[in-house]
């Protein structure tokens, strides 16, 4: 004689220690099976899409950085290029290569917090988290000498970037150039081959290369899932084409392969910020525009390959200071479409971590 | 290079299977008529040689007389892309075709043009708003919002 | 050797206090209670401050230090702090359940010490029964966790609450079948006897009882890596979601005092309780206590968490059949007279046999793994 028994919705609030921000799931479980979710988003809603509309091109730079404020320099490169390409606007040799090192710094510092919250959700109680933390520090350190800043950096603008690097960026980059592989390789060694971290996080959360497409994932969680695209080689943006990287790619789709893409994707980025830096010529860091910049009629669209996925900017303009109509393209809440498929049928635990592996920022998904 | 595909030769494609649902084609633009967009999307998708099998983004932009809906599809296959719009003249009542069949990723970004513009999208599973409370008065992002 | 003198009168009379002990029964036993209650208390804030700072360093990070000394009055504070604060009780909660559970989990974590010896002969109740009484008492905490999940009329607590019940079940098995092991071997279950038998300490004669148990213990006590009963990022606190206050603090107070009696026991069982040159017996327990504890707090700052089914096989596919082969190897052992005779050989051949169970069944046997349900 079976047991009668009935689903019941657990609602995983905003308020949360661990959904990375405050973004609602409302699960529908039968006893620790997940049957459906049904995500709940508008918690951080601040209309950056309509306050764009009353602020002038370079003003709206400080509101992108509160997009994904993990990777703040990302979005200001990303509208930064979109309105280049919608105006014209040419950039400077100098500042095109201080934008590919900042671009992959952030992208390492964002990966790295991507990781450490992914490992936390797992169980491992802060201490990944902690480590990956400390390189995190120097990185922000980093940006700190660039632009006075520690999380909202608001260091691009149309036509370049708003200063020089000053003089002790240099050395403390090399420093840290030459400190990060050997630490990348002390957390290969802790977690890597960790038979509990296996357990959890190998063949969970399946994510198909045509499901990833046809959900249009993108990012990390595409790559992971057997797709090779990348927007630095599919579509070159910036001076990327002069650079030699791979694209690294994985199997299955599942939260271990996800892991392991962030970390390959590091070690990518520390690869491109030694080629800048010896290429890094000498020059004007921005080029000659006016502070008011007022396009002509049209629209462009950019896209960038940010830590999370692509994140573009399409811009309609009137030909005023301000845009028509500006619309951002969330990495984080297209990524999420997928998870509801491949949540079905796992457990409780495995929810967390299948959502921790899709890595979001809720400051993105809900603009 | 991600080559952006001209929307004449697209359009003269599309006239052949399906007759008088472009509006207007040019070298950058391709506008469908809001009825036939389903039917179009499928076709992009599945014809060899377009093969537009990703969608990079739905979104909508209020031109005070109407609204224009604009689709950014890729493919990842032969790294081209094509952007095509809907116009949609109804303000009291407008609504579109749903994509959702096609490509699921327009999911939450038709919701979203729902919320923020109010374009009901037929045939999406879950037409409700996203970032906005359910007895949210309005549409923020339409041009007479203040 | 193997001779069990179990007999009801013998219960009470004969062992209850020791032969030079001053005063009668009840002041024996006024002593011990306060000295046990002050130990407990006392151990157990030096025990959540070492877990603090141990967890801070190993995670490259000071831990606390501002307040006292070198953040000695940290948990001093955490009481203070935790006594202040109101006491919040969920008005569709059960309120009688509610308010007895912290209560019903908390008395026998103090039960336990009643029988574990600080010296020889030095204990509240030397019961020839010993181990069996820990391991009877220890399992009266779980009705008191489960009233916690479910009096608190919240989804979290109840799923909390149905998972710990679920794993202390589990864990109960190879946690007994260890400690039979050492029983064999010291041929009493009263604690005191099994300390003064060893002259070796048992460790080294049952490696692989110790590792089930420290195991088996660790999952009992909900400590990482068995610690989803409280997992902090999935179901915000477990069972104890929708407590506050000196209840809260009472919870707290027993998932340490709990760590403390499982560290203290494994002590007793296996390290030789207060034996040692030099520092006085029970310098040398405290000791003891805390080398078992920082090993418990260097697996919880390593590694990650496993999942309840997993945790389920881990007990029921992994640590069972160790322990019943272990059971085996170390009866056939005491069967030849090895424990007295041959010890030394009996260490080196039971290593060998740890390493080789341990090696074997984790490569061809079972490896931690889960599945998908199709819904």
């Not at chain 3, 009801?8 to 004969?14: D, R």
Request: aromatic residues 12%.
């Amino acid at each position: 004689m079976a047991v009668r028994t009935e689903p019941f919705v657990l609602n995983m609030g905003p308020v949360h220690p661990s959904t990375h921000g405050v973004f609602r799931m409302r699960a529908t479980l039968d006893g620790e099976v997940v049957v459906d979710i049904e995500p709940v988003f508008g918690y951080l809603h601040r209309g950056i899409e309509k306050l764009t509309e009353q602020r002038t091109y370079n003003g709206i730079v400080p509101l992108t950085d509160r997009l994904d404020y993990i990777s703040s320099m990302s979005n200001n490169l990303a509208y930064c290029l979109a309105v280049e390409k919608l105006a014209g606007i040419k950039v400077p040799e100098r500042a095109e290569y201080i934008r590919v090192i900042i671009a992959e710094l952030q992208r390492i510092a964002a990966l790295l917090i991507a990781v450490g919250a992914f490992l936390n959700d797992c169980g491992a109680y802060f201490t990944p988290f902690l480590y990956m933390f400390r390189e995190r520090e120097k990185i922000v350190d980093l940006f700190e000498m660039v632009s006075g800043q520690r999380l909202t950096y608001n260091y691009m603008r149309v036509g370049g970037v708003s200063q020089d690097l000053p003089e002790e960026f240099m050395p403390a980059l090399r420093k840290f150039m030459d400190k990060m592989p050997h630490y990348m390789d002390e957390y290969d060694q802790l977690l890597m081959q960790n038979e509990i971290l296996i357990a959890r996080a190998k063949g969970v959360g399946i994510l198909s290369g045509e499901q990833a497409i046809n959900c249009s994932a993108s990012g990390p969680v595409l790559r992971a899932s057997g797709v090779n695209w990348d927007i630095r080689k599919a579509d070159p943006y910036s001076i990327y084409d002069r650079f030699d990287f791979d694209i690294p790619t994985q199997t299955t789709g599942d939260c271990y392969d996800r892991y392991r893409q962030r970390v390959d994707e590091m070690r990518q980025s520390l690869r491109i910020i030694q080629q800048a830096i010896e290429q890094l010529p000498s020059g004007p860091v921005r080029a000659e525009v006016p502070h008011l910049v007022r396009p002509l009629v049209g629209e462009a669209y950019a896209r960038l390959e940010a830590p999370k996925g692509e994140l573009g900017f399409y811009l309609v303009s009137d030909n005023s200071i301000a845009p028509y109509r500006c619309h951002i393209r969330p990495p984080s809440l297209i990524n999420l479409t997928a998870l509801r498929d491949m949540v079905r049928g796992w457990k409780v635990a495995d929810l967390i971590i299948i959502f921790g592996s899709i890595d979001i920022t809720v400051g993105e998904i809900d603009r | 290079m991600t080559v952006s595909l001209s929307g004449k030769e697209v359009a003269s494609k599309i006239e052949e299977k399906f007759s008088g649902s472009v509006v207007e084609s040019s070298a950058e633009n391709l506008v469908i008529k809001s009825d036939r967009v389903l039917d179009v999307a499928r076709f992009l998708k599945e014809t060899d040689g377009l093969d537009f099998d990703y969608l990079n983004f739905v979104t909508a932009v209020d031109r005070y007389d109407h609204f224009e809906v604009v689709y950014l599809l890729s493919s990842l296959e032969h790294n081209h892309s094509l952007m095509i719009k809907a116009r949609c003249y109804d303000r009291e009542n407008p609504a579109l075709p749903s994509v959702v069949d096609v490509w699921q990723g327009a999911d939450f970004q038709e919701r979203e043009i729902y919320d923020l513009f109010g374009i009901k999208f037929e045939g999406h599973p879950n037409m409700k708003r996203i970032f906005l409370w359910d007895g949210f008065d309005g549409h923020p992002l339409r041009k007479d919002y203040i | 050797m193997a001779t069990f003198d179990f007999n009801i009168y013998n219960l009470v009379n004969s062992q209850a206090v020791p032969p030079d002990w001053p005063g009668g029964f009840w002041w024996h036993w006024l002593f011990f209670t306060v000295v046990i209650i002050g130990f407990v208390l006392t151990l157990v804030m030096g025990v959540i401050y070492i877990e603090r700072r141990g967890m801070g360093r190993m995670q490259s990070r000071l831990g606390p230090n501002r307040t006292g000394p070198f953040g000695l009055l940290q948990p001093v504070a955490d009481a203070v702090k935790v006594l202040l604060k109101e006491n919040i009780v969920p008005t569709a909660a059960d309120k009688l359940v509610h308010w007895l559970a912290p209560v019903i989990a908390f008395a026998p974590a103090l039960m336990l010490f009643a029988v574990i010896p600080f010296e020889n002969g030095a204990l509240l109740a030397d019961l020839n029964i010993g181990i069996l009484y820990v391991v009877a008492i220890s399992s009266v905490s779980t009705v008191g966790i489960f009233m916690a999940g479910w009096g608190s009329s919240n989804k979290y607590s109840l799923l909390g609450a149905m998972r710990n019940v679920a794993a202390i079940v589990s864990y109960e098995i190879p946690m007994v079948l260890a400690i039979v092991g050492v029983v064999l071997i010291a041929g009493s279950l009263s604690l005191n006897q099994i300390v003064m038998a060893q002259n070796v300490p048992f460790v080294l004669l049952q490696p692989l009882g110790f590792l089930l148990f420290f195991a088996a213990g660790c999952a009992e006590i909900n400590r990482s890596p068995f610690d989803l009963m409280e997992a902090d990022s999935e179901i915000v606190a477990g069972f104890h979601t929708e407590y506050s206050g000196m209840k809260f603090a009472m919870f707290y107070l027993v998932e340490y005092a709990e760590a403390v009696a499982i560290s203290a026991i494994i002590a007793t069982l296996f390290l030789g309780g207060w034996k040692g040159p030099i520092l006085p017996p029970w310098l040398w327990f405290i000791i003891k206590i805390i080398l078992v504890f920082f090993a418990m707090v260097w697996t919880r700052t390593t590694l990650p968490r496993i999942r309840i089914d997993q945790l389920m096989a881990f007990a029921w596919k992994f640590l069972f059949p160790m322990s019943l082969l272990n059971l085996f190897i170390t009866a056939l052992q005491v069967l030849a007279g090895w424990p007295t005779e041959l010890a030394w050989v009996m260490v080196i051949v039971n290593i060998a046999v740890m390493v080789v169970m341990v090696f074997i069944w984790s490569k061809f046997f079972f490896r931690l793994g889960g599945g998908r349900l199709e819904a």
